[in-house]
Nanobody, 118 residues
């Protein structure tokens, strides 16, 4: 069982920035594939960004150039730096431990609300 705890959400004006953090339990975080997902009201949950154990990243087109996913294996933490935020980025953001060959279990955090509004 892997526990994921997100933090860093909040209310921000359009054009502003936020950094989300997700701390994972366990001693083998370095081999986990991690991802950030979001779900807006009335919409399906969607992938925002992902990072593999070797640091390869992937982003949905609408956030490329604005969001950056990173990880600190010493702190068991994955981050999502969000810049130039837009109202359409408003959603609950979830941290996910994705499937990988060495660590196949899939786990979700509880989510953190991000609201972009003036």
């Amino acid at each position: 069982q892997v526990q994921l705890v997100e933090s860093g959400g909040g209310l921000v004006q359009p054009g502003g920035s936020l950094t989300l953090s997700c701390v994972a339990s366990g001693s083998i975080f370095s081999i986990y594939a991690m991802g950030w997902y979001r779900q807006a009201p009335g919409k399906l949950r969607e992938l925002v960004a992902a990072i593999t154990s070797d640091g390869t990243t992937n982003y949905r087109d609408s956030v490329k150039g604005r969001f950056t996913i990173s990880r600190d294996n010493a702190k068991n933490t994955v981050y999502l730096q969000m810049n130039s935020l837009k109202p359409e980025d408003t959603a609950v953001y979830y941290c996910k431990k994705d499937y990988s060959f060495l660590a196949p279990g899939i786990f979700w955090g509880q989510g953190t609300q991000v609201t972009v509004s003036s």
